[in-house]
């Protein structure tokens, strides 16, 4: 099969991933073998490709927002041509305290998809039959690839940040998790403060109903309930901070930070203001996340590449060229 493969980290521009024939992945108990339809890119491949998050495997296929086909490894749940999805938590260990106390997204022995396994910049990817998931019937295979990340852990992160609904919500960044957050907020009925860099990601803000759009770290003009950031960027947390109301929490959505730099703690965080991180994704939120996009008609705005434009689609998600998301179709 046709791949992207990675040997060595390195700048996008540099071109680190490579496509080539490679044998198909062969089957183990409990998982089933998936035709790749598409997959979905996410920053937290741009880590992985250029070195940020520490390499786990010698050879790496990334990407973990794959939709696929199942062609082996059939269940009665699971019959072949099944369309399923596969996101960043590939499996678990499920005996850990975490596991055992609601918390797999903080399993201690975690398997991630497209980077301690091989994911779906590839014609086909082999998954835990237990952690894929049906897929709504209203989104094609383009459309239904950036929910999967992107859509999950932005969901996550709302609830990380304890939305209730009618509040005040801040997005710092607006890149394909928060595309699709701004959506689920609106459902809930909060107003959304949207601050951006790029000037097309402020006009995509403005066009799906933000009540107000800055630029990076411009403060809203009102005190927030919650924030969540997606940059990776500690000006940005702070920024976030600051635009808080006492008692708010500003949850961050990003696997990596360049840095948190040094704030005025009086200012700030005093107050009771919280600063919590994302870590991961549970089953539930998967399931949950996926019943409301069907409910809502939660529609992403996409840009396709294929499997030859791997480097070209991760560079366009580092410069924010494209509004939304990025999606490999193979
Ligand atoms: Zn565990
Ligand atoms: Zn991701």
């Given at each position: 099969?046709?791949?992207a493969?990675l ?27 998936l035709?790749v339809?598409a997959c979905g890119v996410c920053r937290t491949d741009l880590h992985i490709v250029?070195?940020?998050l520490?390499?786990r495997?010698?050879?790496l296929i990334p990407g973990h927002q794959i939709v696929g ?15 399923v999805g596969v996101s960043w938590i590939g499996g ?18 975690p398997t991630f998809t497209g980077y301690s396994v091989n994911g779906g910049y590839a014609?086909?990817a082999l998954a835990r039959?237990?952690f894929v998931f ?11 690839a950036p929910l999967l990340c992107a859509g999950i852990i ?22 394909a998790s ?77 696997i ?24 991961n994704m549970?089953?539930?939120?998967a ?23 791997a480097?070209?689609?991760l560079?366009?998600v ?7 998301a990025a999606v490999i179709?193979?």
């Amino acid at each position: 099969m046709r791949a992207a493969i990675l040997t060595i980290p390195q700048p996008i521009q540099q071109r680190p991933l490579q496509i080539a024939e490679v044998p198909r992945p062969e089957m183990k108990p409990g998982h089933v073998l998936l035709r790749v339809r598409a997959c979905g890119v996410c920053r937290t491949d741009l880590h992985i490709v250029e070195g940020e998050l520490p390499p786990r495997c010698p050879q790496l296929i990334p990407g973990h927002q794959i939709v696929g086909d199942v062609v082996e490894g059939a269940t009665a749940e699971l019959p072949v041509g099944a369309r399923v999805g596969v996101s960043w938590i590939g499996g678990t260990d499920g005996s850990c305290w975490y596991c055992r106390s609601n918390m797999e997204n903080l399993c201690d022995a975690p398997t991630f998809t497209g980077y301690s396994v091989n994911g779906g910049y590839a014609e086909y990817a082999l998954a835990r039959a237990d952690f894929v998931f049906p897929l709504p019937s209203a989104l094609d295979d383009l459309h239904a690839a950036p929910l999967l990340c992107a859509g999950i852990i932005g969901f996550r992160s709302l609830r990380v940040a304890g939305v209730e609904p009618g509040e005040r919500v801040g997005l710092f960044g607006f890149g394909a998790s928060a595309h699709l957050a701004i959506e689920v907020l609106h459902a809930w009925k909060c107003d959304v403060y949207v601050s951006t860099r790029g000037a097309s990601h402020r006009r995509l803000a403005e066009s799906l109903g933000a009540k107000w759009v800055g630029a990076e770290t411009d403060k809203p003009p009102v005190e927030l309930d919650r924030a969540i950031t997606f940059a990776p960027s500690g000006d940005v947390v702070v920024a976030a901070l600051g635009s808080l109301r006492k008692g708010g929490v500003v949850a961050i959505n990003a696997i990596h930070l360049d840095r948190i730099p040094q704030f005025d703690y009086d200012r700030l965080l005093w107050g009771e203001r919280q600063i919590r991180s994302v870590a991961n994704m549970t089953r539930a939120d998967a399931r949950d996340f996926l019943q409301l996009a069907a409910e809502i008609k939660l529609h992403p705005k996409v840009t396709s590449f294929t499997l030859g434009q791997a480097n070209e689609a991760l560079a366009a998600v580092k410069s924010d060229a494209i509004d939304g998301a990025a999606v490999i179709v193979p």
